[in-house]
Every structure is written in structure tokens, then in C-alpha cells.
């Protein structure tokens, strides 16, 4: 299984020369298996994805974590849905008191955008996530709701023996510096453990965690203290801070890195890498 990162920063997309080292656009990941592609969230980062010459089936699945704008800003401009010839399967949560495709047409329609989501060209089919795992041909997906403002759910995708775990807006305890002791309290714990490839929100340094809790996302050491919990194989610190440079992101990974010791492989999400599982 391949792993294409597309869009790694949070927030919103930016442009500027300082950023485009880890990347500019917003969350958007491809899992790849032979013939068969798998992608994750619909950011500005789905417009990387050359449709044209590696999609061979007139099929496409997007499963979404939730519906915060950086997540779903690239659906109304990727080519496929403008295709009559395409079918677009979206994968998003439930448990709202709005259905996934009401919740989806605020956004796809007037005045936040100009075409109604009921007049898209493309064959649209709008799934809410099963509460149990589930095939696309050979991914077997499990989805589970984790700790983030609004209906927000993390991934298992897993092909054969291998395993990655996608959580890109997340906030695994609140109001603690540190874990719980017991491992059930930890939100997106089971999505996590024994995983190959962690992919996983860790937006903020330390300190700025500490002015920002509750608002759904973690900082580098807690993304790697429930790595290290959950024994995970290896992690990509993911949804970077845009306020950030890649300069500023680099200084505060590296003072991160040399003041902590894990005995897995961790890394700064690069927008553009491939990673193999």
C-alpha cells in the first residue's frame, strides 16, 4: 500500500514561498493498492490528483473526517464532478440532527458557492459511514468518532496484514497535559494501536497547546505519546499550523525530536511524498 500526501496544512491553504517546503494546501491524502485508490478528505490538496491519467475506473471514493472547510474546500473544483461519465462516492459522518447531504449542500450551493449540489454533472452518491467496518474492493475501512468540534471521525484502512490510521483534526484528551492512565479514555485509541502508518494531527508546539485546548487539535508530544501508547510502527505529524512557516514548523519538530526519544520512526508530513506500508 502507497500512501500520497497531498495536502498536509490545517486551517486554511497559503501560498507564500515560506510554506511550500511542507506544503500550502489543505488535507487531502491518497491510499493506493495495485489499481485500486482510496482517497482521504477533499481539501485544496485533491487538486494535486491527476484524475486524467492514473484513475483507470469511472468510480472514485472520497471519505471524509468531517466537514470543516479545510476538509472539504477542493470539492467543488476537482475535475471528476463535472464529468457525466464519473461517479463520485462521498463518505462522511452521521451523527447530526442534518443528514450528510443536507449538511454537504450548504457548502455546494449559493451564496458559499454558485453551482447547486443537486446540479453537478457527475453520478453523486452520498454515504453516512457505517457503525462497522466495511469494504471498498481490497481497503477494509473502519471509522470511529473522535474528539473534535462537530461530527468528526478518524480511519483504519487496512489492506492484507498492513495497516494506516488517518486523524487529521484531533484532540485526544482535554484539559490534561498528559494521557489518561487507562487507555479506553483515549479518544482514537483502538483506530491507533498496533497500526503500521499513523497519520496524525499534532498542529501545535507544547506551549501553544497549553492556550489552546478544546479546540480539537494536539501538539507534536502528544501525538507522539499516543503513538508510543498505542504502539504505533511509525508516525507523520500532520495539518500544519499555517501561521507557521516551514522554518518556524522545522525549529519547533527538531527541538521536539532532540528532547524526546521514541523507538519508531517520526517524521513532518511533506506535501508531494509517497510513503510505503
Not at 84 to 106: A, C, F, M, Q, T
Amino acid at each position: 500500500m502507497r500512501i500520497k500526501l497531498h495536502g498536509t496544512r490545517g486551517a486554511y491553504p497559503t501560498s507564500s514561498k515560506e510554506t511550500q517546503k511542507l506544503g500550502g494546501n489543505t488535507p487531502c491524502i491518497e491510499l493506493i493498492a495495485g489499481e485500486e485508490r482510496l482517497i482521504l478528505d477533499a481539501g485544496t490538496g485533491i487538486l494535486n490528483i491527476d484524475f486524467d491519467s492514473y484513475y483507470t475506473s469511472d468510480r472514485i471514493d472520497i471519505l471524509l473526517t468531517h466537514l470543516h472547510m479545510d476538509h472539504i474546500q477542493g470539492l467543488g473544483f476537482f475535475k471528476p464532478i463535472f464529468d457525466p461519465k464519473k461517479e463520485v462516492h462521498i463518505w462522511g459522518p452521521g451523527g447530526s440532527s442534518y443528514p450528510l447531504k443536507d449538511r454537504l449542500n450548504r457548502f455546494l450551493s449559493p451564496p458559499l458557492f454558485p453551482i447547486m449540489l443537486r446540479d453537478i454533472p457527475c453520478k453523486l452518491v452520498i454515504h453516512e459511514l457505517p457503525n462497522k467496518p466495511f469494504k471498498l474492493g481490497k481497503f477494509l475501512i473502519t471509522s470511529k468518532f473522535v474528539s473534535h468540534p462537530g461530527p468528526t471521525v478518524g480511519f483504519r484502512i487496512q489492506v492484507g496484514s498492513k495497516s494506516v490510521t488517518y486523524i487529521p483534526d484531533h484532540e485526544p484528551i482535554l484539559c490534561r497535559p498528559q494521557l489518561y492512565k487507562e487507555d479506553k479514555w483515549i479518544s482514537g485509541f483502538d483506530l491507533c494501536k498496533n497500526t503500521d502508518l499513523l497519520v496524525h494531527d499534532s498542529q501545535y508546539s507544547p506551549g501553544e497547546y497549553e492556550n489552546k485546548v478544546g479546540w480539537g487539535h494536539c501538539s507534536l508530544e502528544i501525538a507522539a505519546e499516543l503513538s508510543a501508547r498505542a504502539k504505533v510502527k511509525s508516525l507523520v505529524m500532520f495539518h500544519h499550523d499555517p501561521a507557521h512557516t516551514d522554518k518556524d514548523r522545522t525549529k519547533i519538530f527538531k527541538k521536539f525530536i532532540n528532547t524526546h526519544t521514541y523507538d519508531f520512526p517520526i517524521e513532518l508530513a511533506v506535501q508531494g511524498h509517497e510513503i510505503e506500508v
